[in-house]
């Protein structure tokens, strides 16, 4: 932590809905899909097949995305075993934000309109002479990939270039790139009157 930060911010990634899951749908030319908020397990003696259902959002037509196939009924831990059982909202979110799951079954996620940033803090004029020095820490509350960036703007209510010239500055020193996107929690730092000497 470079020396002489005493304040500290946070933002959050708050979540206001779950992805699309973007793959085509079998019934019509859609290639929006909703959780529908159920999970099938169908089981064939001590074998499990466990399904993701999703939605259509234009022909409503119901698809399966497999979670697990042909498992052992003994290798799934008995409480997660429930959890799909039920329908768990916990893991139908879970399941539904999976991007290991995306990639293994060739769909993707479209986190549009999922988020939105809040602050504990006045927007400050970075680009004034604000002698005070502070850490910001940003807390995801789900796991979407956003734009450093975007971050930026939308918490300091900035331009892209007027952002761009603070972190080439060195006013704003980020843990990775502007343009990275993140999905986990970081930490950032916004130094008076630039990088230190």
Do not use: Q
Request: aromatic share 8%; proline share 7%; with cysteine.
């Amino acid at each position: 932590m470079p020396a002489g930060i005493d304040r500290k911010a946070l933002w959050v990634v708050r979540e206001l809905g779950l992805p699309a899951i973007v793959k085509a749908c079998v019934a019509c030319r859609s290639t929006r899909h909703r959780p529908t908020g159920k999970i099938r397990v169908n089981a064939n003696g001590k074998l499990l097949d466990v399904w993701l259902l999703i939605g259509c959002d234009l022909c409503d037509r119901t698809s399966k995305i497999p979670v697990h196939e042909r498992i052992n009924v003994k290798a799934l831990d008995h409480d997660r075993l429930l959890m799909f059982e039920n329908n768990d909202p916990a893991m139908v979110r879970e399941l539904t934000m999976d991007t290991m799951l995306a990639a293994r079954s060739a769909y993707r996620l479209d986190w549009t309109g999922t988020w939105e940033l809040e602050t504990d803090m006045p927007f400050y004029d970075l680009t004034g002479a604000d002698p005070a020095s502070f850490e910001v820490v940003v807390r995801f509350e789900l796991p979407a990939p956003v734009r450093v960036e975007n971050l930026l703007t939308a918490g300091f209510g900035l331009s892209r270039p007027v952002v761009r010239g603070l972190v080439s500055s060195g006013r704003i020193r980020l843990p990775l790139p502007v343009d990275a996107k993140a999905r986990e929690d970081f930490s950032f730092f916004v130094l008076r009157g630039g990088a230190p000497s």
